[in-house]
């Protein structure tokens, strides 16, 4: 009888485990055979769109030595054998959902772009464009690092629109016609200004630290003895141009207390194509709209129309300021650790009551 309990409990498992094992052993041998298949048409894509992005170019098979400070975007770099300029191979990451975006340009020795391709998107939603073989390249020849090609696909694909221009300023300054975007747009002593009049009372005892891993929060405040912290977010957008500036001050009670803009910058208006920025009064009130907020509800705050890009990562910000602040006395974990030993007390106590209903019913 114990061992015909124990076979009905276990079955369930045994045949679960057995299902996950065999679609996992499936999915790396469908990755195992496609892989060499999407390198190789990844490859030629970009063995392709050498003659494309700089016409009449020749070049050898094999590329350049990358130099160690090349940016990670930069994945090759082909010297024109004529002397007509350089094609760099980019890939980035940056886009809406993190995906691949592969892209070739060529860039003469003036520092104009002759030519620009994109060979790979596995973004998901995408315009014909921006896809391998699009027209979207045509609106960057002749641009140099200074110059903007004008948004052309909706926010909608912002996202990738952005990623492919910070590849591209990548290319620029590797092959130096472009300065390398400084860490912090503005000195330390003058951020712990701004952040003293925001924090006020208590500001003098303020310790500042770096946010390791952070995408958008550069500076950390910490007031000494409490668990209350001010951020400093900012992020480069297309060139290497500030797009936005701001502190979050996150309080003891781990909510976003207060938040100050410092600077917001986005395209200007665009009629013609339907695009209207938000308003100051707009863009204010988007960013009031922080207040209160924790990791749990900070997404809930709704995108600025007009200003998708921007608004989506000043939130992506906001959540990622009260993500990193976390009580040095370790409460989080104990808070975890506490929730899982709870779930883990329940779930045994009705497994336990499941089998034993099992056990009187086969009695």
Known sequence: MKNMINKKNLMPVIVLGVICLAVALLMGAVNMIAAPEIKARNDKA?????????????????????????????????????????????????????????????????????????????????????????????????????????????????????????????????????????????????????????????????????????????????????????????????YGTPEFEFLTYVDESRKVADIEKILWKVSDPKPEWGYIPPSDSEVDAFFESFVGKTVSNVSEVEIETGATNTAGRVRDAARESLEITIPEDGSYASRIIGIAAVVLAVGGFIAYAIIDKRRRTAK
């Open 46 to 238: 970009i063995a392709d769109s050498l003659g494309k992005v700089m016409p009449d170019g020749e070049f050898d098979e094999k590329e350049d030595a990358l130099r160690k400070d090349a940016p990670e975007t930069i994945s090759k770099v082909y010297t024109e054998k004529t002397g007509k300029g350089t094609v760099v191979v980019l890939v980035t990451k940056k886009g809406y959902t993190g995906k691949d975006i592969g892209i070739t340009v060529g860039i003469d020795n003036d520092g104009k772009i002759t030519g620009m391709e994109i060979t790979q998107n596995d973004e998901s939603i995408v315009p014909s464009e921006l896809k391998p073989g699009g027209s979207y390249g045509e609106h960057y020849v002749g641009k140099g690092a200074g110059d903007v090609a004008e948004l052309v696909t909706g926010a909608t694909v912002a996202f990738t629109e952005s990623a492919i221009k910070g590849a591209l300023t990548d290319a620029f300054v590797y092959l130096g016609f472009a300065e390398e975007k400084p860490e912090l747009p503005r000195d330390e002593a003058e951020i712990f200004e701004l952040v003293k009049a925001f924090y006020g009372e208590g500001a003098e005892n303020l310790v500042s630290y770096t946010a390791e891993d952070a995408t958008y929060v550069k500076r950390i405040y910490k007031e000494k003895g409490k668990a209350s912290y001010v951020t400093y977010s900012f992020v480069y957008s297309q």
